[in-house]
């Protein structure tokens, strides 16, 4: 079992920064793919980013690429995502999850662990 506990979300203006932490115990998060997805009130779940269990690969939504940024710190057993140029539409609460696949997967079925989630609100 691997049980992932998100932080670092908060209330921020548009255009400001927020970098999300996930912590996992339970198990090392080494060999498994991380994703980042985002569910805002009244919308089903999305896919935000994702990284292999490697480090090497990564994949984002396209509403997010070039603004967000998914790392992972195999010895902290931590995930990351640095979320910049923040927009009112980021607004969600974002969970993390690790999906024991070798690729970045994108949907949220194919991940088996899931943390709480934290909430992120941006204001315009």
């Known amino acids: 079992q691997v049980q992932l506990v998100e932080s670092g979300g908060g209330l921020v203006q548009a255009g400001d920064s927020l970098r999300l932490s996930c912590a996992a115990s339970?198990?090392?998060?080494?060999?498994?793919?991380m994703g980042w997805f985002r569910q805002a009130p009244g919308k089903e779940r999305e896919f935000v980013a994702g990284?292999?269990?490697?480090?090497?690969?990564?994949n984002y939504a396209d509403s997010v690429k070039g603004r967000f940024t998914i790392s992972r710190d195999d010895a902290k057993n931590t995930v990351y995502l640095q979320m910049s140029s923040l927009k009112p539409e980021d607004t969600a609460v974002y969970s993390c999850?690790?999906?024991?696949?070798?690729?970045?997967?994108?949907?949220?079925?194919?991940?088996?662990?899931w943390g709480q989630g934290t909430q992120v609100t941006v204001s315009s």
């Open positions: 999850a690790a999906a024991g696949s070798t690729r970045v997967v994108t949907t949220d079925y194919q991940y088996d662990y």
């Open positions: 339970g198990r090392t998060l080494s060999p498994y793919t």
């Open positions: 990284i292999n269990w490697s480090g090497s690969s990564t």
